[in-house]
Nanobody, 119 residues
Framework: QVQLVESGGGLVQAGGSLRLSCAASGSIFSDYIMGWYRQAPGKQRDLVATITKSGSTNYAESLKGRFTISMDNSKSTMYLQMNNLEPEDTAVYYC?????????????WGQGTQVTVSS
């Protein structure tokens, strides 16, 4: 079983920056993909970015250049650096892990952290 705990959310003015963290604990899978998703009020949960165990990254097209996903394997912690934030970035940001072990798939979500960008 995996536990994911996000931190780093808060209130920031437009143009500012925040760094979110997602600390993972518990089971360690032979392979996994971790990612950040966000959900604004009244909207569906959308992909922000993902990173594989080997370090390959993928971003939502609209966020490329402003957001950077990274992973510190020594700390089992994933990060999301968000720069030049816009009011439209206001959402609850969720950490996600999809683990693969012996042909089985295990998915875990964190509890979410609120990011509010004021204009």
């Amino acid at each position: 079983q995996v536990q994911l705990v996000e931190s780093g959310g808060g209130l920031v003015q437009a143009g500012g920056s925040l760094r979110l963290s997602c600390a993972a604990s518990g089971s360690i899978f032979s392979d996994y993909i971790m990612g950040w998703y966000r959900q604004a009020p009244g909207k569906q949960r959308d992909l922000v970015a993902t990173i594989t165990k080997s370090g390959s990254t993928n971003y939502a097209e609209s966020l490329k250049g402003r957001f950077t996903i990274s992973m510190d394997n020594s700390k089992s912690t994933m990060y999301l650096q968000m720069n030049n934030l816009e009011p439209e970035d206001t959402a609850v940001y969720y950490c996600n892990q999809v683990g693969f072990e012996r042909f089985r798939r295990f998915e875990t979500w964190g509890q979410g952290t609120q990011v509010t960008v004021s204009s």
